[in-house]
């Protein structure tokens, strides 16, 4: 019923989406870097790598048809965090002020670009290829169990791309693609 308008992380980069924790802490996922905040949005602030990170060899999204398709984040809680582009993989565990490289989820010796990730917890999470490595052959999701360190194949029902999928409060997972929605059973 009543809406007060805030800061908006325009910082002269492409925002793409907002993605917030709880009420103070949040990320702003823009092309090829993030902004967070730990105040509701008042201030925003560039985050950086951790400084074992080759920034030169990242990739980087481009502008233009399916700019983010490859583009990801998810800030579980104040800390913890994960970030994709293009399918490199970042953690966090200070809020998004400072990413981490992950190893980047790979098969068939080349890497995969992710367009969904999200966690139950710091350890358990899923990862939804982008709809390009999706043809023409299915490529599968990617389940860890150990904060995205390693990331193992779950094969989609026969006959299906997944488009994306989300996670309840209570850690049931649901993925959907093509006209059909599937609950995950373990």
């Keep these: 019923l009543t809406w007060r308008q805030t800061q908006y992380p325009d910082l002269k980069g492409l925002p793409y989406r907002l993605e917030f924790a709880d009420a103070e802490h949040g990320l702003s996922i823009e092309l090829n870097e993030t902004l967070f905040t730990r105040d509701g949005g008042n201030t925003w602030h560039r985050s950086r790598y951790c400084a074992n990170v080759d920034v030169k060899g990242l990739s980087s999204a481009e502008l233009g048809t399916g700019t983010f398709a490859g583009t990801t984040a998810q800030l579980l809680d104040a800390e913890h965090g994960w970030w994709s582009v293009e399918g490199d ?14 190893p980047s989820i790979r098969r068939s010796g080349r890497t995969i670009v992710i367009q969904d990730i999200h966690f139950a917890d710091r350890n358990l999470g899923w990862a939804v290829p982008s709809r ?4 023409p052959d299915r490529t599968p999701c990617f389940q860890t169990q150990d904060g995205g360190s390693s990331w193992i194949p779950i094969e989609a029902p026969p006959e299906t791309r997944i488009e994306g999928f989300t996670l309840t409060g209570n850690g049931t997972v649901y993925f959907w693609g093509y006209g059909r929605l599937y609950h995950l059973v373990r």
């Design 89 to 102: 993989l970042f953690r966090t565990t200070d809020g998004g002020a400072t990413w981490c490289r992950l």
């Design 132 to 135: 390009q490595e999706q043809r």
